[in-house]
């Protein structure tokens, strides 16, 4: 014998999800719709940001396309090129090289500003070098502030990677 009850519950739960999901599917070309045409897509900050620092059409496209992060790429390079006398196309051929341009971009921008020259354009590789490029970024600027050592010593100096034994001292009594 048929049962209301129970095949009604199952058939309304059945209803209900499929409305459910109707209704989900329904809302999300209008929910794209009504997206504003802005910086949403990566890439295309990406493109825009460089674009607008003047770095070529060609350059850009490669560079974008091959970043991992190509967000965090563009505002590498435009933090270097704002922040710093450096072109942003030599900030563009070193934050490429690297796995984490925002630290790139830090260690550059934070040497450059705390030195009195105009311009270090062996920053780029050095910081580009670093393993730990905030850091070396720090060892540099506290060698500088504290000791009368040009940038390129302080720099010759913290990225230094000879190891360092580090021998506890055990008290006997």
């Given amino acids: 014998m048929f049962n209301f009850k129970q095949n009604s519950k199952f058939n309304w739960s059945i209803a209900a999800t499929s409305l459910a999901i109707s209704g989900l599917a329904l809302n999300f070309p209008a929910m794209a719709a009504s997206v504003p045409s802005s910086y949403l897509n990566d890439y295309r ?8 620092l003047n770095v070529s059409a060609e350059a850009v496209s490669t560079a974008c396309a091959n ?8 505002t590498c390079v435009y933090d270097i090129q704002r922040q710093t006398n450096i072109l942003a196309t030599d900030a563009l051929a070193t934050c490429t090289q690297v796995r ?3 630290e790139l ?4 921008v934070g040497i450059s500003v705390n030195s009195q020259e105009e311009t270090i354009p062996e ?8 393993l730990l490029p905030v850091r070396f970024a720090e060892c540099v ?7 009368d050592v040009t940038p390129i010593q302080a720099m010759n100096t913290c990225i230094d ?3 360092r034994a580090i021998i506890p001292v055990i008290s006997r009594p």
């Avoid at 970043?67 to 563009?74: D, G, M, N």
């Avoid at 971009?105 to 550059?108: E, F, I, R, Y």
Wanted: net charge positive.
């Fill in 45 to 52: 900050y990406c493109s825009a940001r460089l674009l607008a």
């Fill in 67 to 74: 970043a991992l992060y190509p967000k965090r790429l563009a």
């Fill in 100 to 102: 984490q341009p925002d």
């Fill in 105 to 108: 971009a830090t260690c550059v």
């Fill in 123 to 130: 920053v780029l590789n050095y910081c580009r070098l670093s």
């Fill in 141 to 147: 600027v506290g060698l500088r502030r504290e000791i």
């Fill in 161 to 163: 990677g000879s190891d």
